[in-house]
């Protein structure tokens, strides 16, 4: 069996349709939206393409109507395209993404999987690169032998024991500065990371047309096209720029209604969340 895993769409459509990897069975781990120009067209694919999908912090956050905050980094960007998801998505669209499971365990071709955006401790926010210590401790009571994961937008693959984690990277917003567009295939249990072009310009042109600030859309085309946020120095100030007003009632830590799903917020440290990242 042949598994397409895909992650971190960030509404890039001309990302995700350049992907052609003939599969039996297509995963998506979450974040179809925000950053991107184009929500509607990705969150469609998903529905009509991926056989199993969990949600994003991100998905969560649109499907909840969450109005984040914050003036730096991610979060800023995510306070800039956030209404423009509400404003593109169709009723049904919204409806499939706030149905998502947070977490997912599924049997393929004999081999068992656990899906989740981002850790098994916390499903949504936690941020967890390839550690090997950490993961451990992570996967001590998981039953699992591959655990599928997104939210760092770095792509990589990590035994641990007699389990595997694999994060298939971003596909619509790299940040390890590999523009290409990043997902992962899984044949018959081997796992290849993988890359392709795609035409960024298109992205960009999309991104041109969108009413953003300027600084919003100056910031994005440069993760676009260099695979990391601009040094700080580069941005327009906020005095260059005029912004909407903020609102500081949640960036996605409230409001939690995980539909059924029996997971509460851990308390975390500063080590796995900062506050200008958002994945």
């Not at 895909?6 to 995963?27: F, K, Q, R, T």
């Not at 694919?45 to 980094?73: F, L, S």
């Not at 169709?90 to 068992?112: C, H, M, S």
């Not at 960036?251 to 080590?271: C, M, T, V, Y």
């Amino acid at each position: 069996m042949r598994i397409l895993l895909v992650s971190d769409i960030h509404a890039n459509w001309p990302a995700l349709s350049a992907i052609d990897e003939p599969h039996d069975v297509c995963v998506c781990l979450g974040d179809l939206v925000d950053y991107g120009p184009d929500p509607s067209p990705c969150v469609r694919w998903a529905m009509n393409h991926a056989k199993y999908a969990v949600r994003g912090n991100h998905d969560h956050g649109v499907a909840q109507r969450i109005e984040p905050y914050g003036e730096t980094g991610y979060r800023y960007l995510t306070r800039a395209t956030r209404p423009t998801m509400w404003e593109a998505l169709a009723p049904d669209e919204r409806t499939w993404l706030e149905r998502l499971p947070v977490t997912l365990r599924i049997t393929l071709g004999g081999v068992r999987f656990l899906l989740l955006h981002a850790t098994p401790r916390d499903p949504l926010d936690e941020y967890l690169l390839r550690d090997e210590a950490a993961w451990a401790r992570q996967l001590e009571r998981v039953d699992a032998d591959i655990v599928c994961v997104g939210h760092s937008h770095m792509q990589f693959q990590l035994p641990i024991g007699d389990k595997i984690v694999v994060n298939p990277g971003s596909l619509g917003l790299p940040r390890d500065g590999d523009t290409r567009a990043a997902f992962a295939v899984i044949d018959h249990g081997r796992i290849e990371l993988k890359r392709v072009e795609y035409p960024i310009e298109e992205t960009l042109a999309r991104i041109e047309t969108r009413p953003w600030p300027a600084r919003a859309k100056s910031m994005l085309s440069h993760v676009l096209r260099y695979g990391r946020l601009p040094a700080v120095e580069d941005e327009p100030t906020a005095a260059e720029e005029p912004e909407a007003d903020a609102d500081e009632n949640g960036a996605g830590g409230e409001n939690l209604d995980l539909s059924g799903d029996h997971w509460r917020r851990p308390e975390f440290s500063e080590k796995t969340s900062r506050k200008d990242r958002q994945g």
